[in-house]
């Protein structure tokens, strides 16, 4: 087991934690410390015992907020993965026709005088051919 020396609100503290993880005791002592810190500014010199008590309470009011934020997103989270399944299950749309003139109309109306042009000069032709 590893020492680890902490202070909080002023005070310091020798505690044992597995070897490996001073790292994480060291900061759960640093957030305990700002809770304790910040209530000894605010109320003055307190009993050990019960600045304790009052810093702990107050990081757990904080993780208890942070918990219902965490599982308001999971469930959100899951809403948004359950339609996304349901949007892959749905059959995909038929693709639709669409059909875009390509010839102008100008052009087209030119083609169609032209074309009665050529007729009717075929017409005359054929008279005088016949």
């Known amino acids: 087991m590893a020492e680890v020396?902490?202070?909080v609100g002023g005070r310091?503290?020798?505690v044992a934690c597995q070897e490996g993880e001073e790292h994480y005791l060291k900061g759960a002592a640093e957030m305990l410390d700002r809770e304790a810190s910040a209530l000894v500014s605010q109320i003055g010199r307190l009993p050990e015992a019960r600045m304790l008590l009052m810093a702990g309470l107050m990081?757990?009011?904080r993780t208890a907020a942070f918990e219902e934020k965490a599982q308001a997103a999971e469930a959100k989270l899951a809403e948004?993965?359950?339609l996304?399944?349901?949007m892959k299950a749905m059959p995909r749309p038929e693709p639709a026709r669409v059909e875009v003139p390509v010839v102008p109309r100008e052009v087209e109306?030119?083609?169609a005088e032209l074309a009665a042009r050529a007729e009717s000069l075929a017409a005359q032709a054929e008279e005088k051919a016949g």
Request: hydrophobic fraction near 40%.
């Open 59 to 61: 990081l757990a009011d």
């Open 84 to 86: 996304i399944e349901e």
């Open 5 to 7: 020396e902490i202070t």
């Open 109 to 111: 109306e030119f083609m």
């Open 80 to 82: 948004q993965e359950k």
């Open 12 to 14: 310091t503290f020798q």
